[in-house]
């Protein structure tokens, strides 16, 4: 019998996880099964205790089921415990380990597929639910020369500064705190470009921008983008390299092998479907 893993989440049909991991498995000659698992909104325990009694290995967990599976875990990454949030679990015997590999795929995504250093930039991470809370930590140990965390009700952003400010320089505020300074790079980890929106921003902020990065991504660049590449922004990228980079970052930690991403990359890029989150 295959090893059997599978993303959990609801809604889940839309989820890509199922060919990404599945083109995984075929290029690492890896015996393993894996699918989409809907979960009942009030019953996450219950479908995750059903998976393991079937001998499950592994689980992508996404929305809204990521504070439940920080909870289920028993031994967790620094990274999924500063998050609170888990997107991977792996089944040791006993033992739950959970990770949160978002913001991991996010920094390979833009230093490696997209070939900007984050380290000595200035950087704007606009949001500050739980995407954002993601990848703050991964972005901070590339040693930017700043983040700043911008969200329509600042307390929020300031909460995270406050949280994470031991990692590196983190300042806070609302965007028009931030409207009349540069940034390198700007990141959209708001949830607008799930409803077509435009989170409010001046446009100027991308004037000296070398890569604006929306977390969301569709067949179609997103408002986010748009807006960023008549702005001046030298490069736009939404989050299909980031899902697929998350997903090798669990892979790997199921498997202890690395999957080559390119390839998985270019491919979903040729047929993505609607804005999805990663």
Same mark, same amino acid.
């Given at each position: $019998?295959? =090893?059997?893993?599978?993303?959990?989440?609801?809604?889940?049909? *839309?989820?890509?996880?199922?060919?990404?991991?599945?083109?995984?498995?075929? +290029?690492?000659?890896?015996?393993?099964?894996?699918?989409?698992?809907?979960?009942?909104?009030?019953?996450?325990?219950?479908?995750?205790?059903?998976?393991?009694?079937?001998?499950?290995?592994?689980?992508?967990?996404?929305?809204?089921?990521?504070?439940?599976?920080?909870?289920?875990?028993?031994?967790?990454?620094?990274?999924?415990?500063?998050?609170?949030?888990?997107?991977?679990?792996?089944?040791?015997?006993?033992?739950?380990?959970?990770?949160?590999?978002?913001?991991?795929?996010?920094?390979? =995504?833009?230093?490696?597929?997209?070939?900007?250093?984050?380290?000595?930039?200035?950087?704007?991470?606009?949001?500050?639910?739980?995407?954002?809370?993601?990848?703050?930590? #991964?972005?901070? +140990?590339?040693?930017?020369?700043?983040?700043?965390?911008?969200?329509?009700?600042?307390?929020?952003?300031?909460?995270? +500064?406050?949280?994470?400010?031991?990692?590196?320089?983190?300042?806070?505020? =609302?965007?028009?705190?931030?409207?009349?300074?540069?940034?390198?790079?700007?990141?959209?980890?708001?949830?607008?470009?799930?409803?077509?929106?435009? #989170?409010?921003?001046?446009?100027?902020?991308?004037?000296?921008?070398?890569?604006?990065?929306? $977390? $969301?991504?569709?067949?179609?660049?997103?408002?986010?983008? *748009?807006?960023?590449?008549?702005?001046?922004?030298?490069?736009?990228?939404?989050?299909?390299? $980031?899902?697929?980079?998350?997903?090798?970052?669990?892979?790997?930690?199921?498997?202890?092998?690395?999957?080559?991403? +390119?390839?998985?990359?270019?491919?979903?890029?040729?047929?993505?479907?609607?804005?999805?989150?990663?």
């Amino acid at each position: $019998m295959p =090893d059997l893993y599978a993303v959990i989440g609801n809604p889940i049909a *839309h989820s890509k996880s199922p060919t990404i991991h599945t083109l995984f498995a075929q +290029q690492t000659h890896q015996h393993m099964q894996y699918y989409a698992l809907l979960s009942p909104l009030d019953n996450f325990r219950g479908t995750v205790s059903e998976f393991l009694g079937q001998n499950g290995k592994g689980l992508n967990v996404t929305v809204p089921f990521k504070l439940e599976a920080y909870q289920l875990a028993t031994q967790l990454t620094e990274r999924a415990s500063i998050a609170q949030a888990v997107n991977t679990l792996r089944f040791d015997n006993d033992a739950i380990f959970g990770d949160n590999t978002d913001g991991v795929g996010l920094v390979k =995504d833009i230093e490696i597929n997209l070939g900007i250093p984050i380290t000595h930039q200035r950087i704007l991470l606009i949001g500050a639910g739980g995407a954002a809370q993601g990848v703050i930590l #991964p972005l901070l +140990q590339k040693q930017p020369a700043l983040l700043a965390i911008a969200n329509r009700t600042s307390d929020k952003a300031h909460a995270l +500064q406050q949280k994470f400010s031991v990692y590196g320089d983190v300042v806070a505020g =609302d965007i028009m705190n931030f409207s009349d300074q540069d940034f390198h790079i700007v990141i959209n980890a708001t949830s607008a470009s799930l409803q077509g929106e435009l #989170p409010e921003l001046p446009g100027k902020i991308f004037t000296h921008t070398i890569l604006a990065y929306d $977390m $969301m991504y569709g067949r179609e660049p997103t408002p986010f983008l *748009h807006l960023a590449k008549y702005s001046g922004a030298q490069q736009q990228a939404d989050g299909i390299g $980031m899902l697929v980079e998350q997903a090798a970052e669990s892979f790997f930690l199921w498997r202890n092998v690395r999957p080559q991403t +390119q390839p998985v990359i270019a491919l979903l890029k040729s047929h993505t479907p609607s804005p999805l989150t990663p």
